[in-house]
């Protein structure tokens, strides 16, 4: 697997596959010391393959080859050739049955890929390349086969087996062992594989779908988690019947299975019909989750369910078609997590994580298309680009057609393409004959990396009464691509008159009836769109809901933005021009001498948001966020870290010092007392609560330090608890930070889950997060490097958060990042390789930061037998 020069797999050079599998038929035995998987395929060359006489050639990777044998014989080592990570046959009829025994070692597996141990169960994870961890197969996702899985286990350490599909045999065998059998009637691509052995409690439910079929539900978790399944099902339960409302989706097998590991390299996996998770993305009490991880499990749960359809019905041809899943998908499950709850804070949250990460992704080495061109190692393509502008695209689409075409192409899509692995081209002809619309030049979306920008600009003739708007779009250059063409954007707007309300948009196309927000779309470099009947100068409220993954400029005024702070109907846009308010006062205040004035405006519109119940609270809680500190550096050019931390620091304790009394009001009128609820409106009161309490203590206000400490003690849930901890952590009270920091740790010792949280409450933390602190976090009990939440939640969360730390001066922190990403590559290359990303946007800083980051990057470059995935990130970035 290890080697110096990995090669570059290109789209370009996709073939079919030469051979086809019908049926795959799997008998593992599982013991301590390894496991033997014996493996029949029902195989046949392809009609379609360019190379009719060819050679069989099946992925390996990391397998002991006991046998192989075709059509019942036994083939002897001169009649085929174990190459490590491939096995080549030369000499196969067109229709044969070869059977093949592997012998592996899930206990010494520590990349987490194929078949693993995790707290002393078996479990798998075969997306992308993880089957050929398991059985000589062509490990691609256009070879689908139907699957007939046979466990064998201990039956006192293993007493629950299970596969994809339905168990259709099980019984006892000698020796205190036992086996299952699992079918699984649809044919899929390896990757959905899916294998679980273990002594876990088992916890039912049922959901009947729209045809009145009955679905068996079942969770399986550790005994000592069996009081945290309650969410997913729900969420599962919710999202089954989502599906079928708007989608029209029904669920196809008689069981849904859903297992919670602990070590597990991402959120969770979409195996067919047992659907494996990341124990922290599925489990949740009150007592344990802060509001935060509940939404999230609920939108990780419905993301994998969803997948029934949009990936396993119908998946991708081969991984340069990564995003025709995950895109779609993401768009569906961020549909229905609008649905669940507030659409407006749903949509601002996936914003905000695409401008601060995608984009910031999209502006650097490793920037690709949302259909990639080529790729060394495919773990790293499931980036920020894949998922959330891909969902971004999607969303385009629905925003171009309309939710009504929109879903009529969709219908099409999974009733054209049920059962096949097809491309994202096939996705967007779907929609394109289902509407009757021309959706050429948006494929641009799919092929140009990099973030478009438009520069906005206007011209009210008053005595006219015209309203000139021009857009200019430009695409930056990105590795490999220069000199774009302009793309296909929906570009949403209203215009708000004098006192805030939206003008009628009349345009030339002569609406008698003229709307209040249109949709205008952008295909030319530049475009000029002329309003009619404008009794005055309005202010634009420009992309609206976000409608394209772009970056706007305009030169609003201070008092604009704060004028459509409160007054735009597009509460969207309201959130949004109260950071760019926040944005500029900051920006601004960048290297400016420590009494240079704080905007005025700033403290008026908050003291406004926070003292008036009646506006919307679960929007003003997410107004009330200052925009954080990446977000700020990936604005900038040649950001000063330090000078932009301090910048922040001071805007903040500037709004707390003037908005004390405001703060201790806001706090004390939200009631939290009654029972704990997931409603908006009661997360949105929690959320506000907090936020006032964080304030107050990063002024060492000795009234709020009561109250957190107060709160802390008496909290009946974790966002409370948690909230008061952060607070505390951050603040100047190092007595109490030390006492509650203590008492969290010895209440929740035992839950790996909690104690994730505790790590990076501290690693996020200026006050907590020094290199040496972070160091002694690493030396904990609790630390476990063969664990990847652990990794993420102390190296990770450092890296990414702490930033003022991470980019200390003297190049401490990249060197610190450098050494981990070193010592972790050896057991687990995929978790490193995603570690290394913060080192990557080296030539986005000025040349004290950037050479040091570069330096720590070749530190790695350097190190021996450097994995295909962290040689990729590296190399590239250094290139
Ligand atoms: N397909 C899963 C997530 C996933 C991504 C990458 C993996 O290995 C490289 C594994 C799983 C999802 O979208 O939920
Ligand atoms: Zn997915």
């Known amino acids: 697997m290890r080697t110096n020069q990995p090669k570059t797999t290109y789209l370009k050079d996709y073939r079919v596959p030469d051979f086809l599998v019908d049926h795959v038929d799997l008998r593992f035995e599982l013991y301590e010391d390894g496991a033997r998987v014996h493996s029949t395929l029902s195989m046949r060359r392809n009609p379609e393959s360019v190379d009719s006489r060819g050679a069989l050639e099946l992925d390996g990777d990391s397998l002991k080859l006991e046998s192989v044998a075709l059509d019942g014989d036994a083939l002897d080592t001169a009649q085929y050739e174990d190459l490590g990570d491939l096995l080549v046959i030369a000499d196969v009829p067109d229709a044969f049955e070869l059977q093949v025994v592997t012998w592996i070692e899930p206990h010494n597996n520590t990349r987490l890929e194929g078949l693993y141990k995790s707290s002393g169960m078996f479990c798998t994870q075969c997306e992308a390349e993880g089957f050929r961890c398991i059985t000589f197969f062509p490990d691609r996702p256009d070879v689908m086969a139907r699957f007939r899985t046979r466990i064998e286990a201990d039956k006192s ?44 409690v088992e916890k039912r439910d049922n959901f009947s779908t729209i045809s009145g079929r009955d679905i068996d539900l079942r969770m399986y978790v550790e005994p000592r988690n069996s009081e945290k399944c309650e969410h997913a099902m729900d969420s599962l339960k919710r999202s089954m019947r989502w599906d079928e409302e708007v989608y029209g989706r029904e669920y196809d097998l008689d069981i849904f299975m859903i297992v919670a590991v602990d070590d597990f390299n991402m959120g969770a996996m979409e195996n067919k019909g047992l659907n494996i998770f990341n124990s922290s993305c599925v489990l ?87 259909r990639p061109a080529s790729y060394m190692e495919i773990s790293n393509f499931y980036t920020l680009t894949i998922y959330e502008k891909g969902a971004e695209v999607v969303r385009m689409i629905h925003t171009l057609l309309g939710p009504e075409l929109f879903r009529k192409g969709s219908d099409l899509y999974f009733e054209r393409h049920d059962g096949q692995a097809v491309t994202t081209d096939d996705f967007v002809k779907a929609m394109e004959d289902a509407s009757g619309r021309d959706l050429s030049q948006f494929r641009l979306w799919y092929e140009q990396a990099g973030t478009p920008v438009l520069n906005i600009s206007d011209r009210y003739d008053e005595q006219a009464g015209t309203y000139n708007l021009t857009v200019e779009q430009a695409i930056p250059d990105t590795p490999g691509q220069e000199d774009k063409r302009p793309q296909h954007i929906p570009f949403a707007l209203g215009l708000l008159d004098g006192s805030g309300n939206d003008m009628p948009l009349k345009m030339a196309d002569g609406d008698d009836d003229a709307p209040a927000e249109r949709v205008l779309e952008l295909t030319e ?134 908005l004390r009394e405001d703060l201790l009001a806001c706090y004390r009128r939200i009631d939290c007392t009654g029972v704990y609820e997931l409603t908006p409106v009661a997360i949105a009161g929690r959320s506000l609560r907090n936020t006032a309490l964080a304030w107050l203590l990063h002024i060492d206000d000795e009234e709020g330090r009561d109250l957190a400490v107060n709160q802390f003690r008496e909290a009946d849930n974790m966002t409370d608890r948690m909230g008061a901890l952060r607070a505390l952590v951050n603040s100047g009270f190092a007595a109490d930070r030390d006492q509650v920091l203590e008492a969290f740790y010895q209440q929740f010792s035992d839950d790996p889950q909690v104690v994730e949280q505790w790590f990076s409450v501290q690693s996020s933390s200026p006050a907590t997060g020094g290199l040496d602190q972070i160091r002694q976090l690493m030396a904990h009990e609790a630390f476990d490097w063969k664990n990847p939440n652990k990794v993420r939640s102390v190296i990770g969360v450092f890296a990414g958060q702490n930033l003022a730390t991470f980019h200390a001066a003297d190049g401490s922190g990249y060197r610190f990042l450098a050494d981990q990403v070193s010592r972790l590559d050896d057991s687990n290359p995929q978790i490193a390789a995603r570690l290394v990303t913060p080192l990557t946007r080296w030539k986005k800083f000025a040349p004290v930061h950037g050479d040091q980051m570069k330096a720590a990057l070749e530190q790695i470059r350097d190190k021996q037998g450097l994995s295909r995935d962290v040689y990729e990130v590296v190399h590239k970035s250094l290139a």
């Open 157 to 200: 350490s293993y007493p629950i087996l299970l596969s994809n599909g339905n168990d259709i045999e099980r019984g006892d065998l000698a020796d205190g062992r036992h086996f299952v059998t699992w079918e699984d009637p649809f044919p899929k691509p390896c990757y959905l594989f899916a294998l679980v052995a273990g002594d876990l």
């Open 525 to 658: 470099t530049s475009h000029t769109f002329e309003f009619n009947d404008v009794s005055e100068r309005p202010v634009p409220s420009l992309l609206r809901q976000f409608s394209a993954p772009v970056r706007v400029t305009y030169p609003w005024t201070r008092e604009q933005l704060q004028f459509l702070m409160s007054h735009d109907s597009d509460g969207f846009n309201r959130w949004d021009a109260g950071q760019r308010l926040a944005v500029d006062v900051i920006s601004s205040l960048v290297g400016a001498p420590d009494k240079a004035e704080i905007e005025p405006r700033l403290v008026a519109a908050y003291r406004h948001l926070m003292s008036d119940p009646s506006l919307d609270q679960a929007l003003v809680a997410k107004m009330l966020q200052l925009p954080s500190e990446a977000y700020l550096i990936e604005l900038a050019d040649s950001p000063d870290v330090q000078a932009i931390h301090r910048a922040r620091e001071r805007v903040l304790t500037h709004l707390a010092i003037s």
């Open 284 to 370: 949740a009490s009150q007592e344990t989750a802060t509001d935060l991880a509940f939404q999230r499990i609920e939108a990780i749960v419905a993301h994998e369910y969803f997948h029934n359809w949009s990936g396993n019905r119908v998946t991708c041809r081969d991984w340069f078609q990564l995003s025709l899943k995950e895109g779609f998908t993401v768009f569906r499950d961020s549909q229905f997590s609008s649905d669940m709850g507030s659409p407006t804070v749903k949509r601002i949250e996936d914003v905000t994580l695409l401008r601060t990460a995608q984009f910031a992704e999209d502006g650097g080495p490793m920037a690709h298309p949302v």
